[in-house]
C-alpha cells in the first residue's frame, strides 16, 4: 500500500517529522515529475525566450496562458511552498522590515520577502521575473494590491481582469458580458502584445476541451469522499489532488492522464474498503467525517494533519479545495464558448460567492458527505475567507445540527500556528463528538 | 471685556449634533416628513448619492459606531484581527440604531466590507442589502458600461421597494444639486488649506460629515452659512506644521484623535476621511466635453454619473492604479498645497490602507516629503502616545524641514 504523503511539495522539514513516506502511487509519481518538469522549464524559460506571466489561482486563465504561448508563475503557490519548506517565517520578517504592516496578508508578505531574497522557488532555483502580471481579480482584494506591489519592484505591464462579485450568488448576463468583454479588448490584446504572437483560438477550444476531462474525473476523486469509509482526506489529502489543475496543467494533456489515474487509484480503494491514508500512513477506521472551511496552516501541515489523522478524523469535503473552481457544482470548461466559459470560471470561484451561497454550500456538503461535523479554520491573513465565518458557524449548526468547531491560525506565519491551543481544541471538539454518538445525537 | 462670539458655533454645534445622531433621529424625522419615503444607508467608501436623491431616497453614509458605541454583539461576529467598523455597524443594527434605515448599500472596498454584505443579508433579510460592485476597469466600454448596470440594478430594486422611478430630468436636477454641494466642499477645503486656523480640520470634519445624514439641499444650506461667517471669526494663527493626513477613508478617527493632532502641532491641510463624500475630483460632467467616451455621453445624467467616477474618481487605496503611478497624487496634493509632511493613519487590520501604505511611502521617500505613521480604531481612546508622536514628527519638521 503506498501514501499520497510524498511529493515534490513535501517538505523535508516536516518528512523529517513523520516516518518515512512509503513507495507512491503512480498519480503522485506523475505529479512529482510533472511539477519538477515545470519548474525545469521555468529555471530556462528566460533563454529559451519562454514569457512568463505571474497570476493567481482563483480565475486563473491558464488555457489562455498556455494558448498564447506564455507559462504562468503562481505567487500563492510559492508562498505556501515557502511555508511548507520553513521559510516564510524569515521572508514575512523580511517583508515587515521593509516597512509591510504586521496586520496584512502573509502570502503577500512571503512572497515579497522571497523577492527581496532573490525569488528562489520551490526547487530551490530563481524563478524567473514576469513579463506581465495578470491581474484576475477574482474573491480576493489582496490580490490586487498585491500585484500593485510587484509591479513597484518587477516594473513590468500589469493585466488588470475585473470579476465582478457573486453578492447573490448566480451570474447574470451583465456579469459574464464584462468579463467577456475585456477578454477581447485588453486581456487577449495585452497577452498578444507581451508574447509576440496572437493568440491561437483553436489551440485554446483545444485546452478547455483538455480541462473539461480532467474536471471531469477530478469531481469523481472529490465525490469519492460520499462513501463510507472516505477513500481521501478531501483537504489536507485534497490539497495534492488540487495540485495539477490549480497550478500549471489545467488545459493539458498532463492533467488528463493524472487525473485518470488518480481516479483509477481512489476508485480502487473504494473497491478494498480503503480509507484514506494519513501523514503517517493509513490511517485507522473512520471514526469523524468532517467538512472544513478555510484554508490549511501551510507553516505545520503535516502537525496540523496528525491533530485529525491520529483521531481517525477523515475531512470528506472542503471549501479550500474550491478556490480554483467549483466543479462539482456541475462547471466544465466549455470549448465551444471559451470566453463565456472562462468567464463562469473566473466567477464561480468559491471565495467570489457571497456569504449566504457560501453557507448553502457547505451545508449541501454537511448533508451529502454525512458529516457528524465540521470545523471553521479561520486564518489571520485572509478576510475574504475569515471575515464572517463567526455568522457561518451560528448558521451552520442551526440548520443541520451539526456542532462545529472553530480553530485559528494563519497561512504561512509560524507565529500564528500554537499548536497546543489548537490542538487542545480539537481534542475537546473531537470528544463532543464522541460524547455526541454515545448519546445517539450522530 | 467679553471673548468675541464665533458667528460659525451654532453651525459647527448642529453639525457635531448630527454626528453624534447615532440612532438616526434625523433620519426618522426626514422619513416622517416625506412620507416614510425610503433612507438607505451606504458604508464607505463611495456610492453615487445623487443616484438616490433622484429616485427620492435619502442615502446615508454609515460610519460604524464611532467610539461612542459599547461593541458587545458586534464582537460575537469577528475574529479579533478584523478591523472594527463591521462589529460597531452590527452592533448598531442588531442594537436597532439602524432601525430608521430601509436597507443597506454596500460598496466594493474591501473583503470585510464585501462579506458584511452576505452577513447583513441573513442578519436583517426584511430590510433590502445590495453590493455595489464598483468597477477596477475603467474605459467606458468595459468598466463604463458594468457600473452603468450596476447603478440601473440597484435603482431598479429600490424602486420596487417604493422608491420613485429613475428618471432623466430628476437625476439631472440631482447631479446639478450634488455639483453645487462639490463646489461648496471645494471652497471648505481651499479655506482650510489656505487659513487652516480659521477652519479646522476637525471643524471641516464635521461640516462635511453632516453631508452624510442630510439631504444634499440642506448640506449645501449648512456649507453657505458657514462659508459665509467664516471670515467674521474671531481666529488666531499658530505656527504649525502643515500636513496631510491619509489612510482614513473607511473607518473614522474618533474626532477627539483629529483633535489630538491639531494640538499636536499640526494643521492638517487636507485628509482622506470620509472620503465617499469627496471621492470623486471636481464636477460631475453633466453636458461636459470630456472626449470620446463612447458609448456613453455626458449628456446622458446617468452615463455622467458613471463618468465621473470612471474619469475622475480620487486615487486612493480601494481604486486600481492602472498607468500612474502609486502616492503620484499625494505627492502632488502635498506640492499643491504647500504641506511640510504627511501623516499615514490607518486603521488596524485595514487591508486597503495598510497594504498601499509600503507604496506611499516610497513615494514619499522619493519626493523627499517626511511622514509619520500610526494605527488607531474607531473607538481609540488613548491619545497621548499619538499626540507624542505626531507633536515630535511637526517639531522634527520644524527644526530639520529645510536642511
Not at chain 1, 349 to 363: A, K, M, V
Amino acid at each position: 500500500m503506498s501514501t499520497q504523503t510524498a511529493s515534490l511539495s513535501t517538505p523535508t522539514t516536516a518528512r523529517a517529522a513523520g516516518p518515512a513516506p512509503a513507495a507512491k502511487d503512480l498519480s503522485q509519481q506523475r505529479q512529482k515529475e510533472m511539477l519538477a518538469d515545470y519548474f525545469e522549464k521555468l529555471t530556462r524559460a528566460k533563454e529559451a525566450g519562454q514569457k512568463i506571466v505571474y497570476t493567481f489561482v482563483p480565475g486563473n486563465l491558464n488555457e489562455l496562458i498556455a494558448a498564447a504561448g506564455m507559462m504562468n508563475v503562481l505567487p500563492e503557490i510559492n508562498a505556501l511552498q515557502s511555508g511548507m519548506r520553513g521559510r516564510s517565517g524569515g521572508y514575512i520578517t523580511e517583508a515587515e522590515k521593509h516597512g509591510h504592516s504586521e496586520d496584512v496578508c502573509t502570502y503577500v508578505k512571503c512572497d515579497i520577502g522571497m523577492m527581496l531574497n532573490g525569488n528562489i522557488g520551490p526547487t530551490g532555483t530563481k524563478l524567473p521575473e514576469p513579463d506581465l502580471l495578470l491581474l484576475s481579480y477574482t474573491g480576493c482584494f489582496t490580490f490586487m494590491k498585491w500585484f500593485e506591489l510587484l509591479r513597484e519592484h518587477y516594473k513590468c505591464p500589469v493585466a488588470m481582469l475585473h470579476v465582478p462579485y457573486q453578492p447573490e450568488g448566480r451570474i447574470t448576463p451583465d456579469m459574464r458580458k464584462y468579463i467577456v468583454d475585456q477578454l477581447e479588448k485588453s486581456i487577449i490584446p495585452a497577452l498578444e502584445k507581451v508574447s509576440g504572437r496572437k493568440l491561437d483560438r483553436d489551440d485554446l477550444a483545444a485546452r478547455m476541451a483538455l480541462s473539461s476531462k480532467a474536471e471531469d474525473d477530478l469531481v469523481a476523486v472529490w465525490e469519492s469522499a460520499k462513501h463510507t469509509p472516505s477513500p481521501i482526506d478531501g483537504y489536507f489529502g485534497g490539497v495534492y489532488y488540487i495540485g495539477p489543475i490549480f497550478s500549471a496543467f489545467r488545459g493539458t494533456q498532463g492533467a488528463v492522464e493524472y487525473y485518470r489515474e488518480l481516479r483509477a487509484e481512489v476508485e480502487e480503494r473504494i473497491r478494498l474498503g480503503l480509507g484514506p491514508v494519513g501523514p503517517d500512513g493509513p490511517i485507522g477506521p473512520e471514526r469523524h467525517r468532517l467538512v472544513v472551511e478555510g484554508p490549511p496552516n501551510w507553516t505545520s501541515f503535516f502537525d496540523f494533519w496528525r491533530m485529525f489523522s491520529r483521531e481517525n478524523a477523515v475531512v470528506c469535503a472542503s471549501t479550500y479545495t474550491r478556490v480554483g473552481g467549483l466543479y462539482d457544482l456541475g462547471f466544465r470548461h466549455d470549448p465551444d464558448r471559451a470566453l463565456e466559459s472562462l468567464a463562469e470560471y473566473c466567477l464561480g470561484c468559491y471565495t467570489n460567492l457571497g456569504l449566504p451561497s457560501r453557507i448553502d454550500l457547505l451545508e449541501k456538503y454537511i448533508r451529502e458527505y454525512q458529516a457528524d461535523g465540521f470545523l471553521i479554520n479561520s486564518v489571520k491573513s485572509c478576510n475574504s475567507f475569515s471575515a464572517g465565518q463567526l455568522l457561518i458557524l451560528q448558521e451552520l449548526e442551526k440548520r443541520t445540527g451539526v456542532p462545529g468547531g472553530f480553530i485559528e491560525s494563519d497561512l504561512v506565519d509560524p507565529r500564528y500556528f500554537g499548536k497546543a491551543n489548537i490542538d487542545n481544541r480539537l481534542q475537546s471538539y473531537f470528544q463532543m463528538l464522541d460524547a455526541r454518538k454515545a448519546r445517539g445525537y450522530a | 471685556m467679553s471673548a468675541p462670539t464665533d458667528p460659525c458655533a451654532p453651525l459647527l454645534a448642529r453639525a457635531e449634533a448630527l454626528l453624534e445622531d447615532l440612532s438616526l433621529h434625523g433620519v426618522a424625522a426626514w422619513k416622517a416628513a416625506h412620507g416614510g419615503a425610503p433612507a438607505i444607508g451606504i458604508m464607505p467608501v463611495f456610492a453615487p448619492r445623487p443616484l438616490f436623491e433622484a429616485i427620492g431616497v435619502l442615502p446615508v453614509n454609515i460610519y460604524g459606531g464611532g467610539d461612542r458605541v459599547d461593541v458587545i454583539k458586534g464582537d460575537a461576529y469577528y475574529q479579533s484581527y478584523i478591523c472594527h467598523i463591521p462589529r460597531s455597524t452590527i452592533e448598531m443594527g442588531l442594537g436597532g440604531q439602524l432601525d430608521a434605515l430601509d436597507g443597506m448599500v454596500f460598496p466594493s472596498t474591501c473583503d470585510v466590507i464585501r462579506n458584511l454584505s452576505g452577513m447583513w443579508r441573513m442578519l436583517f433579510p426584511q430590510k433590502y442589502s445590495a453590493y455595489l460592485d464598483l468597477p477596477q476597469t475603467f474605459e467606458a466600454p468595459l468598466g463604463g458600461l458594468f457600473y452603468r448596470h450596476e447603478l440601473s440594478r440597484i435603482a431598479a430594486e429600490l424602486v420596487a421597494r417604493g422608491a420613485r422611478p429613475l428618471d432623466a430630468d430628476r437625476l439631472r436636477e440631482a447631479i446639478i444639486v450634488e455639483n453645487r454641494r462639490r463646489a461648496l466642499l471645494a471652497d471648505l477645503a481651499s479655506l482650510r488649506a489656505r487659513e487652516p486656523w480659521r477652519l479646522k480640520a476637525s471643524e471641516a470634519y464635521l461640516l462635511t460629515r453632516a453631508g452624510a445624514v442630510l439631504p444634499c439641499a440642506e448640506h449645501i444650506e449648512l456649507l453657505e452659512a458657514f462659508l459665509a461667517a467664516a471670515p467674521e471669526r474671531p481666529v488666531r494663527a499658530y505656527d504649525n506644521v502643515r500636513v496631510i493626513v491619509l489612510g482614513a477613508f473607511c473607518e473614522q478617527p474618533p474626532i477627539g484623535l483629529i483633535r489630538t493632532l491639531e494640538r499636536s502641532g499640526c494643521d492638517l491641510v487636507d485628509d482622506d476621511f470620509q472620503l465617499g463624500l469627496c471621492a470623486i475630483d471636481g464636477a460631475i460632467p453633466l453636458d461636459e466635453d470630456v472626449g470620446d467616451q463612447s458609448p456613453l455621453d455626458t449628456h446622458d445624467p446617468l452615463d455622467a454619473l458613471v463618468l465621473s467616477y470612471t474619469l475622475r474618481g480620487q486615487a486612493t487605496a480601494t481604486r486600481y492604479i492602472a498607468d500612474g503611478v502609486k502616492g503620484e497624487a499625494l505627492v502632488n496634493r502635498v506640492r499643491t498645497l504647500g504641506a511640510e509632511g504627511v501623516i499615514l493613519a490607518a486603521p488596524s487590520f485595514c487591508d486597503p490602507a495598510l497594504l498601499d501604505q509600503p507604496m506611499i511611502e516610497q513615494a514619499l521617500n522619493d519626493a523627499g516629503i517626511p511622514f509619520t505613521s500610526f494605527k488607531y480604531a474607531e473607538n481609540s481612546a488613548q491619545f497621548q502616545t499619538i499626540r507624542e508622536q505626531a507633536g515630535a514628527f511637526s517639531d522634527s519638521v520644524k527644526l530639520w524641514g529645510a536642511a
